[in-house]
């Protein structure tokens, strides 16, 4: 396959919309301003949709030296590539909101009720421990609880 | 994920120390588990095992099955709580994605006397 006749667009699009999803779990999930909304995703995934429009075009054009084979390629990759931007926005426009309500979770005014649990090392640590042994040689003024979903 | 939150914390502890706020983080994960996670990503913050899910569950913020081979685990939640105990804030995300930023944590933590 020569320069002329390789669909690089399509090709282009395709790998674009692969860079596009994993770019998101490997490196821009890491910060808030790219976490909270996956704003570069998307514009890459705009981006790669671009690309595979126009490998869909050139795949199905009239002037391919094997036009079978290039529409049955394009019909794959396209297919794939439009795959993987839809698995993205549906992870996370759909799948990510599948969470408890959790009406009855503790709400601001309310004392929160006590707790002891085990520390790294085993140690048991309640509520009122937390809330009074010194940060920085001070009594502390708050606790922050953090519930996140485990090692894995 | 919770790592980003987490490293956030992690990287912003200077603030809270100056703030007065003890960060902890709560999970189902064993002691073991927890210890292997602080070490590997350098967290020095209070990690406590919730390993049966009891205190997440009376807490109402189970994610039933949510875990690895069907597990129940821990939905993301964050709480403020004032010295006496009070809830001040509460950030209960409605997307897996979107979690409470240190800056905004540190915000509320100014409110606290």
């Excluded at chain 2, 588990?33 to 406590?48: C, P």
């Amino acid at each position: 396959m020569n320069v002329r006749t390789l669909n690089w667009p399509l090709w282009v699009g395709f790998l674009l919309t692969l860079v596009a999803g994993f770019s998101y779990i490997a490196v821009f999930v890491r910060y808030p301003v790219t976490r909270d909304f996956p704003w570069v995703n998307l514009l890459l995934f705009l981006v790669a949709a671009v690309f595979l429009w126009k490998g869909i075009r050139r795949g199905f054009g009239r002037d391919r030296a094997h036009p079978v084979r290039s529409k049955i390629l394009t019909s794959i990759f396209a297919t794939l590539g439009i795959a993987v931007i839809a698995l993205f926005l549906f992870s996370y426009f759909v799948v990510a909101r599948w969470l408890p309500a959790s009406t009855g979770a503790p709400h601001v005014g309310q004392k929160l009720p006590e707790f002891t649990l085990s520390d790294t090392n085993g140690r048991q640590v309640s509520l009122n421990e937390l809330l009074s042994a010194p940060v920085n040689g001070q009594p502390p003024k708050g606790v922050l609880l953090v519930f996140y979903r485990g090692y894995w | 994920m919770c790592n980003s939150e987490l490293r956030g914390i992690e990287n912003s502890l200077p603030s809270f120390n100056q703030a007065g706020i003890r960060p902890v983080a709560i999970s189902v994960d064993s002691p073991q588990e927890s210890r292997d996670l602080m070490q590997k990503a350098g967290y020095t913050f209070t990690f406590l095992s919730d390993p049966n899910a009891e205190l997440i569950r009376r807490y109402d913020l189970l994610h039933q099955g949510a875990g690895e081979n069907g597990r129940d685990i821990a939905r993301p939640a964050e709480f403020l709580v004032d010295r006496t105990g009070t809830v001040r804030w509460v950030n209960l995300t409605e997307n897996y994605f979107v979690r409470a930023r240190p800056e905004t944590i540190l915000e509320q933590g100014k409110l606290l006397q």
